[in-house]
């Protein structure tokens, strides 16, 4: 369990855990999650960013700052970029083993400092500009970054070594394989980390895609030499590889999503069911890359995912007690709150009497700026000219969806 160098005197000593816990209460971490923290060394000595009790975490943060001759005891200040537990809940036992410890973040991190933790004592409030110097060059400067993801996050960038401490903006699901950094990842875990870090965006940050963009903004013109975010990898090559990544993922709900489709379906009977293949036989004519998911039986995390990144969507969904089946509207409750805004959408599904499904729907989806093609709802199961129309409307979709020009070009960000 050894601390991982960064630069001179600036290490990694965080944590990959695997937890049966869902992430957030809510997110399955299959492949566990990197909670990332960095010790910087100069004449004081600060951590930035700490761990949760998750899976023994504050053990191997332990583990890793003895690896270098440090232990808790020795650290005058704590950086806390963003107070969500997941990188703050080890900070009520830190302050008891050290109680002179300073602890820095926002002023609205430091009344959730007081709100999470009780501490009111040696918190200290900073601003974007202000500067905290720790002797032997190293001196931190702040930029507030605010609801990426929380109202009180901030970034903490070190003048000499240029590193960026960005908490959850450029972060991922998934733990290290290997290397912490990506410039040591082999060529086989980049769709892992590919999948996770969309995952991780889709879920966490999507709503936020604005105030990602601003952030970038604000960070235009500051010397990036690598971005050490909370979770993820530590971008240490290609820094610029991340930050486009996240560019192009905060336009994903500004109507520059990938000609993709994605086709969620939800069936109790099968009548719903049978239709999927007729809509993507109708996708598959154009060539169009379609992503396919149940519901419930996968996780809406998963889905979400598939769906962020689409320009597409067709909802597959039978009526259930006059609305829609209650998986789906859960699913699509979530892609309301994650602002999945901007898509080409088709609607289907079978319904037994009067139906209802579609127009709980349309209720639903009101606020999305969809575009919609024609629905098409079928009593009990489909007929054969129904099933001719399921693939027709397949076809039409992927065609819309093929139109929509890449205004995101790959060139412009180095990256697919
Ligand atoms: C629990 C339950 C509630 C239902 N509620 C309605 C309803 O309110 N209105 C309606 O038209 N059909 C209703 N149906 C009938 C289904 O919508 C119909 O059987 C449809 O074909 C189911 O599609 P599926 O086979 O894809 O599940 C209900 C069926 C079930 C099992
Ligand atoms: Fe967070
Ligand atoms: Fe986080």
Not at 5 to 33: C, M, Q, R, S
Not at 197 to 212: E, G, K
Not at 305 to 320: F, H, N
Not at 333 to 360: M, T
């Amino acid at each position: 369990m050894k601390a991982i160098k960064l630069d001179e005197n600036i290490y990694w000593v965080g944590a990959n855990i695997h937890t049966e816990d869902l992430f957030e209460g809510i997110w399955p971490i299959p492949h566990g999650v990197a909670l990332n923290s960095y010790v910087v060394k100069g004449e004081k000595i600060a951590l930035v960013e700490l761990v949760k009790e998750w899976g023994n975490a504050s053990q191997t943060l332990i583990r890793r700052l003895r690896s270098i001759n440090l232990k808790l005891s020795d650290i005058d200040y704590l950086i806390l970029n963003h107070l969500e537990p997941d990188h703050t809940g080890f900070t009520h036992l830190l302050k008891s083993i050290n109680p002179d410890i300073e602890i820095v973040a926002t002023e609205k991190g430091t009344a959730l400092v007081d709100a999470f933790y009780g501490i009111k004592e040696n918190v200290r409030a900073v601003k974007t500009g202000d500067t905290l110097d720790l002797g032997n060059g190293f001196v931190f400067k702040f930029v507030e970054i605010p609801n990426v993801h929380w109202p009180e996050t901030m970034a903490t960038y070190e003048m000499k070594s240029k590193i960026l401490f960005s908490s959850d903006a450029f972060g991922s699901f998934g733990v290290h394989k290997g290397s912490i950094f990506e410039d040591e990842t082999p060529q086989a875990y980049l769709p892992y980390w590919e999948n996770e870090m969309l995952r991780y965006y889709a879920n966490i940050v999507a709503m936020f895609s604005p105030m990602v963009l601003k952030a970038i903004d604000s960070l235009a013109g500051v010397d990036i030499k690598m971005i050490a975010p909370s979770h993820g990898l530590v971008w240490r090559g290609k820094p610029e590889v991340v930050i486009n990544k996240y560019i192009r993922y905060a336009n994903y709900n500004r109507d520059h999503a990938e000609p993709e489709i994605c086709l969620i379906w939800g069936s109790m009977y099968g009548n719903t069911e049978v239709m999927v293949n007729a809509i993507l036989k109708g996708i598959a004519s154009e060539g169009v890359p379609v992503t396919v998911h149940r519901v419930p039986n996968e996780d809406v995390s998963f889905i979400l995912a598939d769906a962020y990144k689409s320009a597409g969507l067709v909802i597959g969904c039978p009526t259930y007690e006059y609305e829609m089946f209650p998986p789906m509207k859960y699913c699509l409750d979530l892609f309301k709150k994650k602002h999945l805004w901007y898509k080409k959408v088709l609607f289907f599904g079978s319904y037994g009497w009067s139906g209802g499904a579609q127009k709980d729907f349309d209720e639903l989806s009101k606020s999305m700026k969809w575009d919609m093609l024609e629905p098409l709802t079928f009593r009990g199961h489909p007929t054969d000219e129904q099933f001719e129309k399921g693939v027709k409307l397949g076809t039409e979709l992927a065609r819309e969806v093929k139109k929509i020009p890449s205004k995101i070009k790959n060139e412009e960000y180095g990256m697919k």
